[in-house]
């Protein structure tokens, strides 16, 4: 007879079984058997200050790993706290390993104390939720669910521990290997749909790669710019797909849709081929949707099936790992030999350059007034070239994906589908965890880091050097905007004047904090704070009534973009109309 | 337009419970459900009303779900070109006895509280004798897509003729 052990001690040999190095938690009652097992179990444990924050980390963490972020829980509120961060890593596609207690298995059901019926909110959160009913199912649940997460799309997966299976001993069985060594990625395509491809991709004159946080997920950066290099294809990219091609290469455009640059969406409505890879034509990038390249077939790659055809009209699918699918259409276009580019395509990257000096993307950079752009474009010039850079949501959160060069994949951490404010902060803990020795810096707006700021007690009792800046213009900026330009500047409830002094609330903390209200002071302060080895905070007070532009309107298309302020406005006008109360 | 929905799963209520969510969120109208279990599994069938549009991304959907497999889906063939018939007996159970007797060899794909799931073995074209165009309870069909890999068309709760 084998050596018995408790469900929680099975529990954390199955996670060292899957190379897990670090959880991000917060105790409660019914895990209390899992705590005391992880007391002595060698695998480092972040106590946060919120569990939403918990699932934020397990976040950051695999954004910037590829790997499943873990994170645990209590029963009850505790897991019902983290239903916001399991939300947003569904909607974009991270591998996150959710571990929540549950009320002893006979107490199910019966309104116990602290239960909640968390698989149940858990379905419509996550790719899959297991509640388990005995410890020797643990290995394999564990197992299940690691492999669930990073296979095919990845994905959040929720385990449920009833207390009594975390108590109850048994002899366990282990699954051989690690679930998320091997992901699940079926490819559907053949030979004849990758040789119609390249078909389509030779003939075409103005042809144009619209790629998402797919290739990201997929590790396919590489074979990414062999592509477009190979057949001259200029690149735009989601938010989400931010840092899948370096934004200082001469085939990037940049970022498209609601906030893309003029030419980046000029040439989204001129393409003839859009060849989608990764991404999903989400609102935020297509604008009307009869109106999105509306002259260009149009081909799309993606591992989920579900996507093709889902919200736009494609002429070609391949469904597959983005990896083996670039590889696939850059070796049929090697072997075809037509590597020249054709005078149609030369005028065409010719075009998109022209649109780039019309209507670059620009601010007044010569403001007394710190502008946030500025702060932005400061950081991305003095951070290192493999800096990790995690945003909040809202007015800097597009400042930052128009403003800051990133050069590699898995630098840019942003709640980017379910936009969730408070996103940031956490994030940037969790990439911190996985690598100690770089750089991370959080851009936060004051609304979103109010949300999440508890954690700033985590960074100080661990040390996690996490640099924050605060971009502070004492509102809720991008909701301010849209009451500004949609809503006849009837601006409610976005006053923000009544915050914390962030500078003092970070040294309460023991943090070093400073503020910058003067041009002249950003770059200074940003060499010192990116120097430090320490957690730090800067607070920069942003111009209050920046706007983030272009902008597409609702209801238009990216051909209908609003490139800046009407032009009669002056400064003192906006913000008489700002605080007026 | 009417498709009918045909889908195993993993016997465990937790998929049931995503499916019926999956079906709300989508918008679905279900026209008619049912489900069966068996130890191995559970399978349901389902007729709903949704636009051409949209069925292939509802069938690529399922058949990416956690723990739903051998997802198969069939539109309405109001012709002699049908090849299945789904048949509410519960409307009128004189219709199970018509199809056997006219279609010897047709196949019993899924049966349960009295909905039954037919392929017609009849050189694949339904007689016009019981194509039963418009009779309530009586839906011809033709198969679109299936992600099962098998031949075997049986859904686990499947009633042997």
Same mark, same amino acid.
């Given at each position: 007879?084998?050596?018995s052990? %408790?469900?929680s001690?099975i529990?954390?040999?199955s996670?060292?079984?899957?190379?897990?190095?670090? @959880?991000?938690?917060?105790?409660g009652?019914a895990?209390l058997?899992?705590?005391?097992?992880?007391?002595?179990?060698?695998?480092? *444990? #972040?106590?946060v200050?919120?569990e939403?924050?918990a699932?934020?980390?397990a976040?950051?963490y695999?954004r910037? %790993?590829?790997?499943p972020?873990?994170?645990?829980?209590t029963s009850?509120?505790g897991?019902?706290?983290l239903m916001?961060g399991?939300?947003?890593? =569904?909607? /974009?596609?991270?591998?996150?390993?959710? #571990?929540?207690?549950? !009320?002893?298995?006979s107490?199910i059901g019966k309104?116990?104390?602290q239960?909640?019926?968390t698989?149940?909110?858990?379905?419509?959160?996550t790719k899959?939720?297991?509640?388990?009913?005995k410890?020797?199912d643990?290995?394999? +649940?564990?197992?299940?669910a690691?492999?669930?997460?990073?296979?095919g799309?990845?994905?959040?997966?929720?385990v /449920?521990l009833?207390?009594? !299976?975390?108590?109850?001993t048994?002899?366990?069985?282990?699954?051989?290997g690690?679930?998320?060594d091997r992901?699940r990625r079926?490819?559907?395509?053949?030979e004849?749909?990758?040789?119609?491809?390249v078909?389509?991709? #030779?003939?075409?004159?103005?042809?144009?790669l619209?790629?998402?946080?797919?290739?990201i997920?997929a590790?396919?950066s590489?074979e990414?710019?062999?592509?477009?290099?190979l057949?001259h294809?200029?690149?735009?990219?989601?938010l989400?797909g931010?840092?899948?091609?370096?934004s200082?290469?001469?085939l990037? =455009?940049?970022?498209?849709?609601?906030?893309?640059a003029y030419?980046?969406?000029?040439a989204v409505?001129?393409?003839?081929l859009m060849i989608?890879?990764?991404?999903?034509?989400?609102?935020?990038?297509?604008?009307r949707? /009869?109106?999105?390249?509306?002259?260009?077939?149009?081909?799309?790659?993606?591992v989920?099936p579900?996507e093709?055809?889902?919200?736009?009209? !494609?002429?070609?699918?391949?469904?597959?790992?983005? *990896?083996?699918t670039?590889?696939?259409?850059?070796?049929?276009?090697?072997r075809r030999?037509?590597?020249?580019?054709p005078?149609?395509? *030369?005028?065409?990257?010719?075009?998109?350059?022209?649109w780039?000096?019309?209507?670059?993307?620009?601010?007044?950079?010569?403001?007394?007034?710190?502008?946030?752009?500025?702060?932005i474009?400061?950081v991305?010039q003095i951070?290192?070239?493999d800096a @990790?850079?995690?945003?909040?949501?809202?007015? *800097?959160?597009?400042?930052?994906?128009q403003?800051?060069?990133?050069?590699?994949p898995?630098t840019?951490l942003?709640s980017?589908?379910l936009?969730?404010?408070g996103?940031?902060?956490?994030?940037?803990?969790?990439?911190?965890m996985?690598f100690?020795?770089?750089?991370v810096?959080a851009?936060?707006?004051?609304?979103g880091?109010?949300?999440?700021l508890?954690?700033?007690a985590t960074? +100080?009792?661990?040390?996690v050097?996490v640099?924050?800046?605060?971009?502070n213009?004492?509102?809720?900026?991008?909701?301010?905007?849209?009451?500004?330009?949609?809503?006849?500047?009837?601006?409610?409830?976005?006053?923000?004047?009544?915050?914390?002094?962030?500078?003092k609330?970070?040294?309460?903390?023991? @943090?070093r904090?400073?503020?910058?209200e003067h041009r002249?002071?950003?770059e200074g302060?940003v060499?010192?704070?990116?120097?430090?080895?320490?957690?730090r905070l800067?607070?920069?007070?942003?111009?209050?009534?920046?706007n983030?532009?272009p902008?597409?309107?609702?209801?238009?298309?990216l051909?209908?973009m609003?490139l800046?302020?009407p032009r009669f =406005? !002056?400064?003192?006008e906006?913000?008489d109309?700002?605080?007026?109360? | 337009m009417?498709?009918l929905?045909?889908?195993?799963?993993?016997?465990?209520?937790?998929?049931?419970c995503?499916?019926?969510?999956?079906?709300?969120?989508?918008g679905?109208?279900?026209?008619?459900m049912?489900?069966?279990?068996?130890?191995e599994?559970?399978?349901?069938?389902?007729v709903?009303?949704?636009?051409?549009?949209?069925?292939?991304?509802?069938?690529?959907?399922?058949?990416?779900?956690?723990g739903v497999f051998n997802?198969?889906?069939?539109?309405?063939?109001p012709s002699?070109?049908?090849?299945y018939?789904?048949?509410?007996?519960?409307?009128?159970?004189?219709s199970?006895?018509?199809?056997?007797?006219?279609?010897?060899?047709?196949k019993?794909i899924?049966?349960?509280?009295?909905?039954?799931l037919?392929?017609?073995?009849s050189?694949?074209r339904?007689?016009?004798?019981i194509?039963g165009?418009?009779?309530p309870?009586?839906?011809?069909l033709?198969?679109?897509?299936t992600?099962?890999q098998?031949s075997?068309?049986?859904?686990?709760?499947?009633?042997?003729?």
């Amino acid at each position: 007879m084998g050596k018995s052990f %408790t469900g929680s001690e099975i529990l954390l040999e199955s996670l060292r079984r899957q190379s897990v190095k670090v @959880i991000f938690g917060l105790p409660g009652g019914a895990v209390l058997p899992l705590y005391d097992a992880l007391y002595s179990a060698g695998i480092r *444990h #972040l106590l946060v200050r919120h569990e939403q924050a918990a699932a934020f980390a397990a976040d950051g963490y695999a954004r910037v %790993t590829g790997k499943p972020g873990v994170c645990l829980v209590t029963s009850g509120p505790g897991a019902t706290n983290l239903m916001t961060g399991l939300t947003s890593a =569904l909607m /974009d596609s991270i591998p996150v390993v959710a #571990l929540t207690g549950q !009320v002893p298995a006979s107490l199910i059901g019966k309104d116990a104390f602290q239960e909640a019926d968390t698989v149940g909110m858990a379905l419509p959160s996550t790719k899959r939720a297991f509640l388990v009913r005995k410890a020797a199912d643990i290995p394999s +649940v564990i197992h299940q669910a690691f492999e669930i997460a990073v296979s095919g799309r990845p994905g959040p997966v929720l385990v /449920d521990l009833p207390k009594s !299976v975390l108590m109850e001993t048994t002899e366990p069985s282990y699954p051989a290997g690690a679930g998320a060594d091997r992901p699940r990625r079926l490819r559907e395509w053949n030979e004849g749909e990758v040789r119609r491809a390249v078909d389509m991709i #030779l003939e075409s004159n103005q042809p144009l790669l619209y790629v998402g946080g797919g290739v990201i997920s997929a590790g396919a950066s590489g074979e990414l710019r062999e592509l477009a290099e190979l057949a001259h294809i200029p690149v735009t990219t989601t938010l989400m797909g931010l840092g899948s091609f370096p934004s200082g290469h001469p085939l990037s =455009l940049g970022m498209l849709g609601m906030h893309g640059a003029y030419a980046t969406n000029t040439a989204v409505c001129h393409c003839d081929l859009m060849i989608a890879v990764g991404a999903r034509f989400d609102d935020r990038v297509t604008g009307r949707i /009869d109106g999105f390249a509306p002259h260009a077939k149009k081909i799309q790659l993606d591992v989920d099936p579900s996507e093709v055809n889902k919200n736009v009209p !494609v002429d070609l699918a391949l469904v597959g790992d983005a *990896h083996e699918t670039l590889q696939a259409l850059v070796a049929e276009i090697r072997r075809r030999g037509k590597l020249s580019v054709p005078p149609e395509r *030369h005028q065409w990257l010719q075009r998109i350059e022209s649109w780039k000096d019309e209507h670059p993307l620009a601010y007044d950079k010569y403001s007394s007034i710190v502008k946030p752009q500025y702060v932005i474009e400061k950081v991305s010039q003095i951070a290192s070239e493999d800096a @990790i850079i995690a945003v909040d949501v809202g007015q *800097h959160q597009m400042w930052t994906a128009q403003f800051y060069n990133f050069r590699h994949p898995r630098t840019w951490l942003s709640s980017s589908g379910l936009g969730t404010m408070g996103y940031g902060f956490p994030a940037a803990v969790g990439a911190q965890m996985a690598f100690p020795d770089r750089q991370v810096i959080a851009f936060v707006g004051d609304g979103g880091f109010q949300m999440t700021l508890n954690d700033l007690a985590t960074i +100080v009792q661990y040390r996690v050097p996490v640099k924050i800046a605060v971009v502070n213009n004492r509102s809720l900026g991008m909701v301010r905007q849209w009451q500004e330009i949609f809503f006849e500047k009837r601006y409610c409830d976005i006053d923000l004047n009544f915050s914390p002094d962030f500078v003092k609330l970070a040294e309460s903390y023991g @943090i070093r904090a400073t503020r910058v209200e003067h041009r002249a002071d950003v770059e200074g302060a940003v060499r010192d704070f990116l120097s430090d080895r320490e957690p730090r905070l800067i607070d920069f007070w942003v111009d209050p009534a920046e706007n983030c532009y272009p902008i597409i309107p609702p209801g238009a298309s990216l051909g209908e973009m609003v490139l800046g302020p009407p032009r009669f =406005l !002056v400064e003192e006008e906006v913000l008489d109309d700002l605080w007026a109360v | 337009m009417q498709w009918l929905l045909t889908l195993e799963s993993d016997r465990d209520p937790i998929v049931i419970c995503r499916l019926m969510n999956i079906f709300r969120r989508k918008g679905l109208t279900i026209e008619t459900m049912t489900l069966a279990a068996k130890p191995e599994g559970y399978s349901c069938v389902t007729v709903v009303d949704t636009p051409g549009t949209d069925i292939d991304h509802i069938f690529n959907y399922l058949r990416s779900t956690e723990g739903v497999f051998n997802v198969a889906c069939y539109r309405h063939e109001p012709s002699s070109a049908a090849s299945y018939v789904f048949v509410e007996s519960n409307a009128n159970p004189e219709s199970i006895s018509r199809i056997l007797e006219t279609l010897p060899g047709s196949k019993i794909i899924f049966a349960s509280h009295g909905k039954y799931l037919f392929e017609i073995r009849s050189e694949g074209r339904l007689p016009q004798s019981i194509s039963g165009l418009g009779e309530p309870g009586f839906l011809p069909l033709s198969r679109v897509k299936t992600s099962r890999q098998r031949s075997q068309m049986e859904l686990v709760g499947a009633i042997s003729s």
